[in-house]
Antibody
Framework: EVQVVESGGGLVQPGRSLRLSCAAS????????MHWLRQAPGKGLEWVSG????????RYADSVKGRLTISRDNAKNSLYLQMNSLRAEDTALYYC????????????????WGQGTLVTVSS | DFQLTQSPSFLSASVGDRVTITCRAS??????LAWYQQRPGKAPKLLIY???TLQSGVPSRFSGSGSGTEFTLTIRSLQPEDFATYYC??????????FGQGTKLEIK
């Protein structure tokens, strides 16, 4: 059974850092691209960042470029999101999602999502 | 800038009804479009990919169609568990992985 489980969320002050993790199981993690997406309270879905199977292609939404860094460890079946210089507008439920393909922007959808980890940025 | 416009934003229907949700792209995306369902408090679930391919395990009352700039999600014979929010997503144009604003399907 495919599973992706996020962790690492919490309450953090503006300007501080947080690192999210996503543990994957039930599929060949090193075959597939992975993504982070988020959903602010009561709002729609927003793609944040994606990374190809071999970390060779990494993309970010303009809203997070320069502050958030995606990475993966295929040996540990894990995806990460390092979040620096956090702002109030980063407050959201952050989802980890598996791509149906190995590369970014090849037209494949996101077929498995975790339940999310909540990040609240507030003083 | 690329935009994905979903309509309607809200939809009220009854069990057994047939409903259609539309997603319009500001430029052509061939068939690189997916549809997701999100129930309250739950993660999004992939329903349709490549505009019209049903994801494994998704009931056949869901169907998708369209190409280029106009796409539709149709649910025939609504079931109680179908009342949720639906999102379209494009998978090929920059900015990447844009979502529509969502359609909340409520019970009449």
């Amino acid at each position: 059974e495919v599973q992706v489980v996020e962790s690492g969320g919490g309450l953090v002050q503006p300007g501080r850092s947080l690192r999210l993790s996503c543990a994957a199981s039930g599929f060949r993690f090193d075959y597939y691209a992975m993504h982070w997406l988020r959903q602010a309270p009561g709002k729609g879905l927003e793609w944040v960042s994606g990374i190809s199977w071999n970390s060779g292609d990494i993309r970010y939404a303009d809203s997070v470029k320069g502050r958030l860094t995606i990475s993966r460890d295929n040996a540990k079946n894990s995806l990460y999101l390092q979040m620096n210089s956090l702002r109030a507008e980063d407050t959201a439920l952050y989802y980890c999602a598996k791509d149906m393909g190995g590369d970014i922007l090849t037209g494949y959808a996101l077929d498995y999502w975790g339940q999310g980890t909540l990040v609240t940025v507030s003083s | 800038d690329f935009q994905l416009t979903q309509s309607p934003s809200f939809l009220s229907a009854s069990v057994g009804d047939r409903v259609t949700i539309t997603c319009r792209a500001s430029q052509g995306i061939t068939n690189y479009l997916a549809w997701y369902q999100q129930r309250p408090g739950k993660a999004p679930k992939l329903l349709i990919y490549a505009a019209s391919t049903l994801q494994s395990g998704v009931p056949s009352r869901f169907s998708g169609s369209g190409s280029g700039t106009e796409f539709t999600l149709t649910i025939r014979s609504l079931q109680p568990e179908d009342f949720a929010t639906y999102y379209c997503q494009q998978l090929i144009i920059y900015p990447p992985y844009t979502f529509g604003q969502g359609t909340k399907l409520e019970i009449k």
